[in-house]
Structure formats: C-alpha cells, structure tokens
C-alpha cells in the first residue's frame, strides 16, 4: 500500500524481490502489477515457501493514511477448508472498525 514514489525509493534501494521471496513480483513490472491488485483489493496475500502457512493484511486508516495493517496467519490445511472469502471479509470488516475508530 506504499505510494508509487514509496515503491521506487525502496526498490532503487534494496532491488525487487527474489523469486524465491515473492515469485510473482520478481521483476518491476510484476511487482506493479501485484501492487496495484493489492491496492485494488485492499488485501495481501501470501504463501510461505515450504512452511505451508498462509497470511493475509488489510490496511487500518486513520483518516485517509494507512497507519497500520491487520493480518492473520493461518496454517495452509485450514485456509483450503474454510470460506475464503468470508474470512477476508470478516479481516476487512475488523479493520474498518478499528479505522472507525481511530477517527475519533
């Protein structure tokens, strides 16, 4: 959920990450696009290689900034068995109240 600029310093930095660390934004080009699906979906998702652990994050927003993240992991043999998406829903739903909050 960095901002573009965010992303630039960060990769002039320290490079894109390795195939082995994020596969699927192993390359600038690949990373752009994960990110602005993050973005769109308001929602990362991540496989640890051969630890068969599953995480998801939300953004918590205080006002319009992003402040923090809600996240979850979970072992990959109970991701498969529930309701995905009720479970992504379910994160979104707490990060909001949380974000509710800090409003106040």
Known sequence: MLTDAEI???TNKYGVPSAEMWSEASS????????AQIRREECAFQVLPGRQV?????PVFKHDRIVASLSIYLPEYRF???????LVNQLKSTAQKIS?????
């Open 28 to 35: 600038e080009e690949r990373l752009r696009t994960v990110v």
């Open 8 to 10: 630039e310093r960060f």
């Open 54 to 58: 599953v995480g998801l994050a939300v």
């Open 80 to 86: 498969m068995a529930i309701d995905k998406m009720t």
């Open 100 to 104: 509710d909050k800090l409003r106040h």
